[in-house]
């Protein structure tokens, strides 16, 4: 059975976790402003040698955080005739995985930098840099239904275990065992992020925060070395 109210306990836990995350947001939006412009520019100039990759620089999309629905933001990476096919069908549809990419989306996914905009969602209070990725609403109800409830609880992350953990061998029978220990849920649904919930159950504030430190500092690794799944 589901222990609902240690969940919910989590938000007192997580306080001095969401203070600093918004007040780190702001300070980072200053220092990369200067890659935000880079990298308007290049989308518009992608637009400009290849038309079809024309249209606006930003992408919104509705996820779920801490139970709630708000737009993700993200630089654009497809094209605009794709956008328009996902946005048709919100609920099940997402940018993500994309194979309409744009010619400068290829670069710009490569080295993540699609997802530098959520640092306005963390600044906001709607995410956080590290906590389970916001799901699309069909993938949310399908957690729901089989009875994880840490989505309905935790704000959504920048980064989260399974960000970490990619392309990382030693991390295969992790992935297995917690795959198996959540048998009702889909194979798709990323259950890895269920494993930060409830690593977060047992640990002090200032512990949870040096666990976020340390699922960074691996994520920023996965960056570098430029590997996208």
Known sequence: MVDIAAYKDLNEKFRLKYSLDRITACLLLALVSPIFLLIILWVKLDGLFFPEDSGSV???????S???????????????????????????????????TTHAGKMILKWYMDELPQLFNIAKGEMSFVGPRPHILNQHNQEIAAGLIYRDVI???????????????????????????????????????????????????????????????????????????
């Open 58 to 64: 930003f992408y919104l999309e509705p996820r779920i």
């Open 66 to 100: 801490a139970g709630k629905v708000f737009n993700i933001i993200k630089f654009r990476t497809v094209t605009m005739a794709a956008t328009k096919e996902i946005k048709s069908k919100p609920d099940t549809k997402s940018i993500t995985g994309s194979l309409h």
């Open 155 to 229: 704000k959504a992350g920048l980064l989260g275990i399974p960000q970490a953990c990619k392309r990382r061998p030693k991390y295969a029978k992790l992935l297995q065992r917690m795959a198996l220990k959540h048998k009702p849920v889909s194979r798709t649904l990323n259950t890895l992020d269920g494993l930060y919930a409830k690593k977060c159950l047992n640990k002090a504030p200032l512990q949870i925060i040096l666990l976020d430190l340390y699922i960074i500092l691996q994520g920023l690794i996965v960056i570098v070395r430029g590997e996208k799944q």
